[in-house]
């Protein structure tokens, strides 16, 4: 079983910053593209941004210059620098992860989430 534990939500000024941490745990798995949605209140949960395991991002338009995701694979951990925070970046984000067995084919992806922190950017 693999699990996702998000940490750095928090409150911040309009145009702070915050760092997202997202850490993979569990033997037995390799972990695939991980990524971070939000989901802001009476919204859907949306895209922010991916990373495969070879380092190749993709950033929704929204946060482009302003958000940045990054992995460090032998920790299993990826991260989402916020900068230039503004009010509608508030929202619970969700750290995502596409894991699968290790030495077993066929592979079988699963997609992993974790708990969701809160990010709220007060103006």
């Known amino acids: 079983q693999v699990q996702l534990v998000e940490s750095g939500g928090g409150l911040v000024q309009v145009g702070g910053s915050l760092r997202l941490s997202c850490s993979a745990s569990?033997?037995?798995?390799?972990?695939?593209?991980m990524g971070w949605y939000r989901q802001a209140p009476g919204k859907q949960r949306e895209l922010v941004a991916t990373?495969?395991?070879?380092?190749?991002?993709n950033t929704t338009d929204s946060v482009k210059g302003r958000f940045t995701i990054s992995r460090d694979n032998a920790k299993n951990t990826v991260y989402l620098q916020m900068n230039s925070l503004k009010p509608e970046d508030t929202a619970v984000y969700y750290c995502?992860?596409?894991?699968?067995?290790?030495?077993?084919?066929?592979?079988?992806?699963?997609?992993?989430w974790g708990q969701g922190t809160l990010v709220t950017v007060s103006s």
């Open positions: 990373i495969t395991s070879g380092g190749t991002t």
């Open positions: 569990g033997s037995g798995f390799v972990v695939n593209a």
């Open positions: 995502n992860a596409l894991v699968y067995r290790a030495y077993t084919l066929p592979r079988r992806y699963v997609e992993v």
